[in-house]
Protein backbone atom coordinates (compact mmCIF):
# COMPACT_ATOMS: atom_id res chain seq x y z
CA UNK A 1 0.00 0.00 0.00
CA UNK A 2 0.92 3.49 -0.39
CA UNK A 3 0.35 6.51 1.40
CA UNK A 4 0.21 10.03 0.28
CA UNK A 5 0.22 12.91 3.10
CA UNK A 6 -0.26 16.19 2.74
CA UNK A 7 0.92 17.99 5.77
CA UNK A 8 4.16 18.03 7.99
CA UNK A 9 3.01 18.74 11.96
CA UNK A 10 3.26 16.10 14.42
CA UNK A 11 0.16 14.10 13.27
CA UNK A 12 1.46 13.97 9.39
CA UNK A 13 4.66 13.07 10.41
CA UNK A 14 3.34 10.59 13.01
CA UNK A 15 1.05 9.01 10.19
CA UNK A 16 3.64 8.68 8.14
CA UNK A 17 5.82 6.75 10.87
CA UNK A 18 2.92 4.67 11.78
CA UNK A 19 2.48 3.27 8.01
CA UNK A 20 6.22 3.12 7.35
CA UNK A 21 7.24 0.78 10.52
CA UNK A 22 4.24 -1.64 9.34
CA UNK A 23 6.04 -1.93 5.78
CA UNK A 24 4.10 0.29 3.92
CA UNK A 25 5.39 3.29 1.20
CA UNK A 26 4.88 6.66 2.28
CA UNK A 27 4.95 9.99 0.76
CA UNK A 28 4.90 13.31 2.65
CA UNK A 29 4.35 16.66 1.22
CA UNK A 30 5.03 20.07 3.38
CA UNK A 31 4.41 23.57 2.23
CA UNK A 32 7.79 24.23 4.19
CA UNK A 33 10.93 23.16 5.78
CA UNK A 34 11.10 20.24 7.84
CA UNK A 35 9.83 21.05 10.69
CA UNK A 36 7.93 24.13 9.27
CA UNK A 37 8.34 27.30 11.47
CA UNK A 38 4.82 28.40 11.51
CA UNK A 39 3.20 24.70 11.81
CA UNK A 40 0.87 24.70 14.84
CA UNK A 41 3.02 21.34 16.30
CA UNK A 42 6.35 24.04 16.55
CA UNK A 43 6.99 25.36 20.06
CA UNK A 44 8.89 24.26 22.55
CA UNK A 45 6.70 22.43 24.31
CA UNK A 46 3.33 20.86 24.48
CA UNK A 47 1.35 19.55 27.74
CA UNK A 48 -0.29 16.39 27.85
CA UNK A 49 -2.42 15.77 30.84
CA UNK A 50 -5.95 13.84 32.15
CA UNK A 51 -8.26 16.03 33.30
CA UNK A 52 -10.39 17.04 30.41
CA UNK A 53 -13.51 18.58 31.36
CA UNK A 54 -16.47 16.63 30.75
CA UNK A 55 -14.81 14.77 27.55
CA UNK A 56 -14.67 11.37 29.27
CA UNK A 57 -13.38 9.39 25.70
CA UNK A 58 -10.34 11.84 25.79
CA UNK A 59 -9.67 11.48 29.39
CA UNK A 60 -9.71 7.60 28.27
CA UNK A 61 -7.24 7.98 25.69
CA UNK A 62 -4.94 9.52 27.43
CA UNK A 63 -3.09 5.96 28.74
CA UNK A 64 -3.05 5.35 25.17
CA UNK A 65 -1.10 8.11 24.20
CA UNK A 66 1.26 7.78 26.73
CA UNK A 67 1.63 4.26 25.33
CA UNK A 68 1.67 5.16 21.80
CA UNK A 69 4.78 7.96 22.97
CA UNK A 70 6.74 4.74 24.82
CA UNK A 71 6.82 3.37 21.14
CA UNK A 72 8.21 6.63 19.01
CA UNK A 73 10.85 7.29 21.76
CA UNK A 74 12.00 3.26 21.00
CA UNK A 75 12.21 4.38 17.43
CA UNK A 76 13.78 7.52 18.11
CA UNK A 77 15.97 5.73 20.56
CA UNK A 78 15.06 8.65 23.36
CA UNK A 79 12.16 10.25 24.91
CA UNK A 80 11.28 14.00 25.10
CA UNK A 81 8.66 14.11 27.81
CA UNK A 82 9.31 15.74 31.29
CA UNK A 83 6.33 14.40 34.44
CA UNK A 84 5.22 17.52 35.76
CA UNK A 85 1.90 16.29 37.36
CA UNK A 86 -1.15 18.38 36.76
CA UNK A 87 -2.86 20.84 38.91
CA UNK A 88 -6.57 22.09 37.86
CA UNK A 89 -7.54 25.37 38.94
CA UNK A 90 -11.10 26.59 39.03
CA UNK A 91 -12.39 30.50 40.37
CA UNK A 92 -15.02 32.92 39.62
CA UNK A 93 -18.11 30.15 39.70
CA UNK A 94 -16.22 28.46 36.50
CA UNK A 95 -16.32 24.43 37.43
CA UNK A 96 -14.28 23.29 34.67
CA UNK A 97 -11.53 21.53 37.45
CA UNK A 98 -14.91 19.96 39.09
CA UNK A 99 -16.07 18.22 36.14
CA UNK A 100 -12.56 17.37 35.08
CA UNK A 101 -12.37 15.78 38.50
CA UNK A 102 -15.30 13.78 38.27
CA UNK A 103 -15.19 12.71 34.86
CA UNK A 104 -11.67 10.95 35.99
CA UNK A 105 -13.08 9.35 39.38
CA UNK A 106 -15.54 7.25 36.77
CA UNK A 107 -12.98 5.90 34.98
CA UNK A 108 -10.48 5.20 37.97
CA UNK A 109 -8.47 7.87 37.73
CA UNK A 110 -9.25 9.87 40.75
CA UNK A 111 -7.73 13.59 41.39
CA UNK A 112 -7.26 15.04 44.78
CA UNK A 113 -8.87 18.32 45.90
CA UNK A 114 -6.55 20.82 47.81
CA UNK A 115 -7.80 22.69 50.30
CA UNK A 116 -6.72 26.27 49.60
CA UNK A 117 -4.61 26.06 52.59
CA UNK A 118 -2.90 23.63 51.92
CA UNK A 119 -2.65 24.66 48.28
CA UNK A 120 -0.60 27.65 49.08
CA UNK A 121 1.82 25.13 51.25
CA UNK A 122 2.31 22.69 48.68
CA UNK A 123 2.61 25.81 45.74
CA UNK A 124 3.98 28.62 47.60
CA UNK A 125 4.38 30.92 44.39
CA UNK A 126 0.75 30.58 43.91
CA UNK A 127 -1.66 33.18 45.24
CA UNK A 128 -4.98 31.24 46.03
CA UNK A 129 -7.19 33.77 47.12
CA UNK A 130 -9.35 34.06 44.15
CA UNK A 131 -8.94 30.41 43.66
CA UNK A 132 -12.27 28.38 44.22
CA UNK A 133 -11.47 24.45 44.01
CA UNK A 134 -8.37 23.18 43.19
CA UNK A 135 -7.07 19.53 41.90
CA UNK A 136 -4.31 17.65 41.79
CA UNK A 137 -3.49 14.33 39.81
CA UNK A 138 -0.07 13.35 39.64
CA UNK A 139 0.36 12.25 36.18
CA UNK A 140 1.11 14.76 32.88
CA UNK A 141 3.77 16.15 31.87
CA UNK A 142 5.46 18.23 29.14
CA UNK A 143 6.33 17.14 25.42
CA UNK A 144 9.01 18.66 23.60
CA UNK A 145 7.14 19.47 21.02
CA UNK A 146 9.82 21.00 18.33
CA UNK A 147 12.32 18.33 19.01
CA UNK A 148 9.85 15.65 18.59
CA UNK A 149 8.61 17.08 15.43
CA UNK A 150 12.33 17.79 13.91
CA UNK A 151 13.47 13.83 15.54
CA UNK A 152 10.46 12.54 13.93
CA UNK A 153 11.27 13.96 10.25
CA UNK A 154 15.14 13.05 10.85
CA UNK A 155 14.53 9.51 11.21
CA UNK A 156 11.62 9.43 8.67
CA UNK A 157 13.88 11.21 6.11
CA UNK A 158 16.40 7.51 6.94
CA UNK A 159 13.34 5.16 6.10
CA UNK A 160 13.47 3.53 2.57
CA UNK A 161 9.83 3.30 2.46
CA UNK A 162 8.99 7.13 3.29
CA UNK A 163 9.83 9.91 0.80
CA UNK A 164 9.98 13.51 1.77
CA UNK A 165 9.02 16.81 -0.31
CA UNK A 166 9.51 19.52 2.39
CA UNK A 167 9.13 23.27 0.69
CA UNK A 168 6.32 21.24 -1.69
CA UNK A 169 2.81 23.12 -1.57
CA UNK A 170 -0.22 21.43 -2.69
CA UNK A 171 -2.28 23.03 -4.93
CA UNK A 172 -5.24 20.38 -5.34
CA UNK A 173 -6.44 17.53 -3.32
CA UNK A 174 -8.85 14.50 -5.67
CA UNK A 175 -10.08 12.22 -2.48
CA UNK A 176 -12.23 10.30 -4.53
CA UNK A 177 -9.09 9.06 -7.21
CA UNK A 178 -6.58 9.47 -4.64
CA UNK A 179 -4.61 12.06 -6.22
CA UNK A 180 -2.81 15.11 -5.30
CA UNK A 181 -1.33 18.28 -7.63
CA UNK A 182 1.59 20.56 -6.47
CA UNK A 183 1.44 23.99 -7.15
CA UNK A 184 4.47 23.26 -9.39
CA UNK A 185 1.82 20.83 -11.48
CA UNK A 186 3.28 17.75 -10.50
CA UNK A 187 0.71 14.95 -9.64
CA UNK A 188 0.84 12.24 -7.85
CA UNK A 189 -1.27 9.57 -6.63
CA UNK A 190 -1.70 6.58 -3.73
CA UNK A 191 -3.55 4.17 -2.41
CA UNK A 192 -4.89 6.67 0.62
CA UNK A 193 -4.57 10.30 0.61
CA UNK A 194 -4.61 12.12 4.15
CA UNK A 195 -5.02 15.69 4.67
CA UNK A 196 -3.22 16.76 7.88
CA UNK A 197 -2.69 20.48 7.03
CA UNK A 198 -3.58 21.75 9.74
CA UNK A 199 -4.87 25.70 10.06
CA UNK A 200 -4.26 25.57 6.30
CA UNK A 201 -6.65 22.98 6.02
CA UNK A 202 -9.51 24.71 5.01
CA UNK A 203 -7.64 25.98 1.47
CA UNK A 204 -7.46 22.47 0.41
CA UNK A 205 -11.16 21.43 1.50
CA UNK A 206 -12.92 24.30 1.14
CA UNK A 207 -16.42 22.22 2.30
CA UNK A 208 -14.15 22.38 6.01
CA UNK A 209 -14.03 25.96 6.36
CA UNK A 210 -16.93 26.16 8.63
CA UNK A 211 -16.05 23.12 10.97
CA UNK A 212 -12.63 23.48 10.98
CA UNK A 213 -11.61 27.42 11.98
CA UNK A 214 -8.37 28.85 11.90
CA UNK A 215 -7.56 30.77 15.81
CA UNK A 216 -4.90 32.82 16.35
CA UNK A 217 -3.75 31.82 19.96
CA UNK A 218 -0.89 33.90 21.84
CA UNK A 219 1.67 32.55 23.93
CA UNK A 220 4.17 34.35 26.05
CA UNK A 221 7.54 33.20 27.45
CA UNK A 222 9.00 35.12 30.73
CA UNK A 223 12.07 35.64 32.05
CA UNK A 224 12.07 35.09 36.08
CA UNK A 225 14.31 35.91 38.67
CA UNK A 226 16.62 32.80 39.47
CA UNK A 227 14.84 31.58 42.61
CA UNK A 228 11.89 32.01 41.06
CA UNK A 229 12.14 29.97 38.03
CA UNK A 230 14.44 26.78 40.16
CA UNK A 231 10.46 26.76 42.13
CA UNK A 232 9.01 26.20 38.64
CA UNK A 233 11.49 23.89 37.23
CA UNK A 234 10.12 21.37 39.68
CA UNK A 235 6.40 21.96 37.98
CA UNK A 236 3.45 21.40 38.05
CA UNK A 237 1.83 22.42 34.90
CA UNK A 238 -1.07 24.59 35.37
CA UNK A 239 -4.68 24.62 33.89
CA UNK A 240 -6.58 27.75 35.13
CA UNK A 241 -10.31 28.06 33.76
CA UNK A 242 -12.33 30.77 35.00
CA UNK A 243 -15.05 31.90 33.17
CA UNK A 244 -14.11 35.06 31.20
CA UNK A 245 -10.13 34.11 31.19
CA UNK A 246 -8.74 31.09 31.39
CA UNK A 247 -4.86 30.37 31.19
CA UNK A 248 -2.43 27.40 31.20
CA UNK A 249 1.42 27.32 32.45
CA UNK A 250 4.14 25.42 31.33
CA UNK A 251 6.94 24.93 33.82
CA UNK A 252 10.62 25.12 32.64
CA UNK A 253 11.67 21.61 32.09
CA UNK A 254 14.57 20.69 30.83
CA UNK A 255 16.27 23.75 30.64
CA UNK A 256 13.35 25.41 28.26
CA UNK A 257 11.14 28.26 28.15
CA UNK A 258 8.97 29.36 30.90
CA UNK A 259 5.28 29.76 29.10
CA UNK A 260 2.00 31.10 29.66
CA UNK A 261 -0.94 30.75 27.10
CA UNK A 262 -4.36 31.96 26.64
CA UNK A 263 -6.96 29.03 27.19
CA UNK A 264 -9.42 31.19 25.07
CA UNK A 265 -10.04 30.83 21.27
CA UNK A 266 -9.97 33.86 19.29
CA UNK A 267 -11.35 32.47 16.28
CA UNK A 268 -10.00 34.85 13.99
CA UNK A 269 -6.74 35.06 11.57
CA UNK A 270 -5.00 33.64 8.91
CA UNK A 271 -2.08 31.70 9.29
CA UNK A 272 -0.34 32.64 6.04
CA UNK A 273 0.12 36.20 7.42
CA UNK A 274 2.47 38.30 9.58
CA UNK A 275 2.60 36.64 13.22
CA UNK A 276 3.69 39.66 15.40
CA UNK A 277 2.21 39.99 18.72
CA UNK A 278 2.00 42.82 21.39
CA UNK A 279 0.95 42.33 24.62
CA UNK A 280 -2.13 44.36 24.58
CA UNK A 281 -3.26 41.34 23.07
CA UNK A 282 -3.61 39.53 26.00
CA UNK A 283 -4.32 42.13 28.67
CA UNK A 284 -6.58 40.13 30.50
CA UNK A 285 -3.98 37.00 30.79
CA UNK A 286 -1.54 39.47 32.31
CA UNK A 287 -3.97 40.76 34.51
CA UNK A 288 -4.85 36.96 35.67
CA UNK A 289 -1.23 36.32 35.93
CA UNK A 290 -0.98 38.51 38.48
CA UNK A 291 -4.07 37.70 40.56
CA UNK A 292 -2.47 34.27 40.48
CA UNK A 293 1.24 33.93 41.03
CA UNK A 294 2.66 35.57 43.83
CA UNK A 295 5.99 37.42 42.24
CA UNK A 296 4.54 38.52 39.40
CA UNK A 297 5.30 42.07 39.30
CA UNK A 298 9.13 40.93 38.67
CA UNK A 299 8.48 38.49 36.03
CA UNK A 300 9.87 40.42 32.47
CA UNK A 301 8.86 39.60 28.75
CA UNK A 302 11.32 37.21 27.14
CA UNK A 303 9.10 37.05 23.85
CA UNK A 304 5.62 36.40 22.52
CA UNK A 305 4.56 34.03 20.11
CA UNK A 306 1.99 33.41 17.88
CA UNK A 307 0.55 29.92 16.67
CA UNK A 308 -2.49 29.14 15.08
CA UNK A 309 -5.51 26.45 16.45
CA UNK A 310 -7.75 24.73 13.86
CA UNK A 311 -11.25 24.90 16.46
CA UNK A 312 -14.07 22.88 16.01
CA UNK A 313 -16.78 24.37 18.24
CA UNK A 314 -17.44 21.58 20.31
CA UNK A 315 -13.57 21.22 20.70
CA UNK A 316 -13.46 17.76 18.88
CA UNK A 317 -11.30 15.98 16.58
CA UNK A 318 -11.90 15.43 13.18
CA UNK A 319 -10.62 12.43 11.39
CA UNK A 320 -13.12 11.33 9.11
CA UNK A 321 -12.61 9.60 5.63
CA UNK A 322 -13.78 12.01 2.19
CA UNK A 323 -14.15 10.30 -0.70
CA UNK A 324 -13.27 6.82 -1.55
CA UNK A 325 -9.39 7.06 -0.84
CA UNK A 326 -8.73 10.21 1.11
CA UNK A 327 -9.25 11.53 4.82
CA UNK A 328 -9.15 14.18 6.66
CA UNK A 329 -7.02 14.81 9.99
CA UNK A 330 -7.68 17.78 12.47
CA UNK A 331 -6.68 16.85 15.70
CA UNK A 332 -7.36 20.54 17.02
CA UNK A 333 -8.75 23.03 18.99
CA UNK A 334 -5.59 23.35 20.61
CA UNK A 335 -5.49 20.37 22.78
CA UNK A 336 -4.43 17.59 19.55
CA UNK A 337 -0.35 17.41 19.80
CA UNK A 338 -0.47 14.95 23.30
CA UNK A 339 -2.41 12.36 20.70
CA UNK A 340 -0.06 13.04 17.84
CA UNK A 341 1.34 9.52 18.41
CA UNK A 342 -1.67 7.66 19.21
CA UNK A 343 -3.67 9.51 16.39
CA UNK A 344 -0.77 8.47 13.71
CA UNK A 345 -0.75 4.80 14.44
CA UNK A 346 -4.86 4.44 15.14
CA UNK A 347 -4.98 5.95 11.14
CA UNK A 348 -2.63 3.94 9.82
CA UNK A 349 -4.19 0.96 11.43
CA UNK A 350 -7.42 2.14 9.84
CA UNK A 351 -6.21 2.94 6.35
CA UNK A 352 -4.10 -0.37 5.97
CA UNK A 353 -7.14 -3.16 7.86
CA UNK A 354 -9.65 -1.78 6.35
CA UNK A 355 -11.58 -0.63 9.89
CA UNK A 356 -15.11 1.10 10.18
CA UNK A 357 -14.00 4.71 9.00
CA UNK A 358 -17.06 5.78 10.89
CA UNK A 359 -16.13 4.27 14.18
CA UNK A 360 -13.25 5.80 13.63
CA UNK A 361 -14.26 9.06 13.44
CA UNK A 362 -16.38 8.71 16.96
CA UNK A 363 -13.25 7.27 18.64
CA UNK A 364 -11.24 10.29 17.46
CA UNK A 365 -14.20 12.59 18.55
CA UNK A 366 -13.76 11.47 21.57
CA UNK A 367 -16.96 9.57 21.84
CA UNK A 368 -17.55 6.38 23.82
CA UNK A 369 -16.21 3.43 21.77
CA UNK A 370 -12.84 1.49 21.27
CA UNK A 371 -11.48 0.85 18.06
CA UNK A 372 -10.99 -3.01 17.23
CA UNK A 373 -8.04 -4.24 17.55
Known amino acids: MKGIIVGGGVVGLCTAW ?78 WAA ?27 LDARRVERAFWI ?7 AQDIVAALAGHLAAQPKVRLHPNTAVRSVDLE ?31 LQ ?14 L ?15 EKTGDVGLYLVPPMQGRGFKVGDHEFSRRGDPSTAREAVEDEIRPL ?18 LKVCFYTVTDDERFVVEKLGANGWVMSPCSGHGFKFGALMGQELARTIVSGRDAAAHAQWAAGLEGDLPT
Not at 70 to 91: E, I, N
Not at 227 to 234: G, R, T, Y
Request: charged share 25%; glycine share 8%; aromatic share 10%.
Open 18 to 95: AMSRSGHDVELFEQGALPHPLASSIDEHRLIRHPYGDHRGYARMIDDAFAAWDVLWRDLDRSFYAPTGTLALTGNGAD
Open 99 to 125: RSAATLASIGRPMTELAPTELSQRFPL
Open 138 to 144: DTGGVLF
Open 177 to 207: RGTITTESGASYSGDAVVVAAGAWVGRLLPE
Open 210 to 223: RRLLPSRQIVIYFH
Open 225 to 239: PDEQLAVWSKGPMII
Open 286 to 303: LERCRSLFRGFERWRTDR
